[in-house]
């Protein structure tokens, strides 16, 4: 005896339940399907990348492809910084070429020289240098001594002239 369930409640639970056994197989069978035709595509899959379909899990393949975009997407980034990186070499080369050609004045005036150009690195170099010696060759200066002389060369330019005029 089912006393304390309601006539209708009973029924209704009935109703359900024989709707879910005839809906079940249904549902199964579409699920079997999806499970079959993902077994054939992973078996293509594998096949499609040389491996055995029998020997080769869905888990493996899927984690190697995971690994390759991974990768290739760190390769890719890495494309990118370069060609971004070369990009603004090559701006600021331009830069410097149109900054060093296009200055004031006339070519060869000493005074307009431009401060990075090889010339006065190689000056300003040497001059350090000599001074971190402790002298300049024939001039006896030290390194508190001015850089140039009153016609503008650098002291080594001078101890040059005169270690030439010797």
């Not at 869905?58 to 991974?70: A, E, G, P, R």
Request: charged content about 35%.
């Amino acid at each position: 005896d089912f006393g304390f369930l309601n006539e209708n409640l009973l029924h209704l639970y009935s109703n359900k339940i024989n709707e879910l056994v005839i809906k079940l197989p249904k549902d199964y069978n579409e699920s079997e399907k999806l499970v079959f035709d993902m077994k054939t595509d992973i078996s293509k899959l594998a096949k499609y990348f040389g491996e055995n379909p029998n020997a080769c899990t869905s888990d493996k393949i899927f984690t190697c492809i995971l690994q390759f975009v991974s990768i290739f997407k760190v390769s890719k980034d890495k494309v990118i910084r370069t060609r971004n990186s070369k990009a603004k070499q090559k701006q600021a080369q331009e830069k410097e070429k149109l900054s060093t050609s296009g200055g004031g004045g006339a070519k060869g005036v000493k005074s307009g020289e431009d401060k990075s150009s090889p010339r006065t690195k190689g000056r300003n170099a040497m001059s350090a240098i000599l001074k971190r010696r402790g002298s300049i060759v024939g001039g006896g200066s030290d390194s508190e001594s001015s850089d140039s002389d009153s016609d503008g060369d650098s002291d080594w330019e001078n101890s040059a002239r005169r270690a030439e005029a010797k």
